[in-house]
């Protein structure tokens, strides 16, 4: 595809070179446009380094021979996209301004047009903003973001208007050009780790990142679903227009699942849940204790058998990580609790380990049969597992 990589002028800027590397690894053919205030943020170089060509600005309006590089830039692109995309560039765009680069390449007919916002949460949430989103988007113009999270301006802490990392923008491109064919769908998913506290200070986990189920989450939303996201510790920002319930122990996960399990359609279980707790939590701190110390332990509930056995109509799917025999293991564990399939992941092989952003996985059936994937992002993962889930309904 080709595509346009607009900076508008915000600090988010600073992260627009990387966006075009990311594009490019992609497969993506890249140029870049930059209005005037962007270069307070990032140089026209670091900007020209990255997409291996001359910028779009102000000064290379029109070439040498008289032709208009908006004109010309808007028949090359498949796709304009706006990253970052300030308060201003929305409101010059949905005005119908041609004052800068931006505006004037939309007008001059570019097919695609998405925006990455970044900005104060206040700014966001302003009526006049949320008024200009509303017109682009009457338009057919694409939003990827903003997420929560860390904002640039001095005291401002955390809030809705962080930018999109570059890989999660990448990610997300196929779902604007994605067919809405889980409208109407309620999807549950899990995700993340569980922490079991053995005192207030001390707890059994795991190293999930969360990844995998944020990425499901994110492709069952943008295929058109209702989404429900029950998440363990995590610090990946929430996908967007996606509902979510914060959880820490294995009870409070198969509690928050519960209570929505019954309405959905389709329940993704990616959470890496703890299998054991203490026995006895204490509730001071334990001081230590000699140089060895016995913990008795007692199971977690089983969150896949406990909810299957209420299953009904739902699609269930699972994730299994194995170190050997993993088709005959995963196969079994599908029956046993009743699942339509499960993603099964090796954590010895390179790459598959917690904390990626790929993975490889065996898709295994109830009765054995499998499906080996190659390696691919978690995001590409989520699609094949909706596109099964859907053939199975």
């Given at each position: 595809?080709n595509?346009?990589?607009?900076?508008s002028?915000g600090?988010?800027?600073?992260?627009?070179?990387?966006?075009a590397r990311?594009?490019q690894?992609?497969?993506h053919?890249v140029?870049i446009?930059?209005t005037?205030?962007?270069?307070?943020?990032?140089t026209e170089?670091?900007l020209?380094i990255a997409?291996?060509?001359?910028?779009?600005?102000?000064e290379?309006w029109f070439?040498p021979?008289g032709?208009?590089?908006?004109i010309?830039l808007a028949?090359?692109?498949?796709?304009l996209?706006?990253?970052?995309?300030?308060?201003?560039?929305?409101?010059?765009?949905?005005?119908?301004k041609?004052?800068d680069?931006?505006?004037?390449t939309i007008l001059?007919?570019?097919?695609?047009v998405?925006?990455v916002?970044?900005?104060?949460?206040?700014?966001?949430e302003?009526p006049?903003?949320?008024?200009?989103?509303?017109t682009?988007?009457s338009?057919?113009?694409?939003?990827l973001?903003?997420v929560?999270?860390?904002?640039?301006?001095?005291?401002?802490?955390s809030g809705m208007?962080r930018?999109m990392?570059?890989?999660?923008?990448v990610?997300?491109?196929?779902?604007l050009?994605?067919?809405?064919d889980?409208?109407?769908?309620k999807?549950l998913?899990?995700a993340g780790?569980t922490?079991?506290?053995?005192d207030?200070?001390r707890f059994?986990?795991?190293p999930s990142?969360?990844k995998?189920?944020?990425?499901?989450?994110a492709a069952?939303q943008?295929?058109?679903?209702?989404v429900h996201?029950?998440?363990?510790?995590?610090?990946?920002?929430?996908p967007?227009g996606v509902?979510?319930s914060?959880?820490?122990s294995?009870?409070?996960?198969?509690s928050?699942?519960?209570?929505?399990f019954?309405?959905?359609d389709?329940l993704?279980?990616?959470?890496?849940?703890?299998?054991?707790?203490?026995a006895d939590q204490?509730?001071e701190?334990q001081?230590?204790?000699?140089d060895?110390?016995n913990?008795?332990?007692?199971?977690?509930?089983?969150?896949?058998?406990?909810?299957?056995?209420k299953?009904?109509?739902q699609?269930?799917?699972g994730?299994?990580?194995?170190?050997?025999?993993?088709?005959?293991?995963?196969?079994d564990k599908?029956?046993?609790?009743?699942m339509?399939?499960i993603c099964?992941?090796y954590?010895?092989?390179a790459?598959s380990a917690?904390g990626?952003?790929?993975n490889?996985?065996?898709?295994?059936?109830?009765?054995g049969e499998?499906q080996?994937?190659?390696r691919?992002t978690k995001?590409?993962?989520a699609?094949i597992?909706f596109?099964?889930?859907?053939g199975?309904g």
């Amino acid at each position: 595809m080709n595509i346009l990589l607009a900076v508008s002028g915000g600090v988010a800027a600073l992260k627009s070179p990387s966006v075009a590397r990311r594009l490019q690894e992609a497969g993506h053919a890249v140029k870049i446009a930059a209005t005037d205030d962007a270069y307070h943020f990032v140089t026209e170089l670091s900007l020209a380094i990255a997409a291996g060509d001359a910028i779009f600005d102000r000064e290379a309006w029109f070439l040498p021979d008289g032709q208009a590089r908006h004109i010309d830039l808007a028949r090359w692109a498949d796709m304009l996209l706006v990253a970052p995309a300030t308060a201003d560039a929305l409101a010059s765009a949905a005005l119908g301004k041609a004052d800068d680069v931006i505006s004037a390449t939309i007008l001059a007919g570019v097919p695609k047009v998405v925006w990455v916002p970044a900005m104060n949460t206040k700014m966001w949430e302003h009526p006049a903003v949320k008024k200009n989103v509303a017109t682009l988007q009457s338009y057919g113009h694409g939003f990827l973001g903003p997420v929560f999270g860390d904002l640039a301006a001095k005291n401002e802490g955390s809030g809705m208007g962080r930018m999109m990392e570059p890989t999660d923008i990448v990610a997300a491109l196929p779902s604007l050009f994605t067919s809405k064919d889980l409208e109407g769908k309620k999807v549950l998913v899990s995700a993340g780790p569980t922490r079991e506290y053995l005192d207030p200070v001390r707890f059994i986990s795991n190293p999930s990142s969360g990844k995998m189920g944020y990425a499901v989450a994110a492709a069952a939303q943008a295929r058109g679903a209702e989404v429900h996201l029950v998440s363990g510790p995590s610090s990946l920002p929430l996908p967007t227009g996606v509902n979510i319930s914060k959880v820490e122990s294995a009870e409070q996960m198969l509690s928050a699942l519960d209570a929505d399990f019954d309405d959905c359609d389709i329940l993704v279980m990616t959470a890496a849940v703890a299998d054991w707790k203490a026995a006895d939590q204490k509730q001071e701190k334990q001081a230590k204790m000699g140089d060895t110390q016995n913990l008795e332990l007692t199971r977690t509930p089983d969150i896949l058998k406990t909810l299957s056995s209420k299953k009904k109509q739902q699609i269930v799917v699972g994730f299994a990580m194995e170190t050997h025999k993993g088709v005959e293991r995963a196969a079994d564990k599908a029956t046993r609790k009743k699942m339509d399939f499960i993603c099964l992941n090796y954590p010895r092989k390179a790459g598959s380990a917690f904390g990626g952003d790929s993975n490889e996985v065996t898709i295994v059936m109830p009765d054995g049969e499998f499906q080996e994937l190659p390696r691919m992002t978690k995001r590409e993962i989520a699609e094949i597992i909706f596109d099964k889930a859907l053939g199975l309904g």
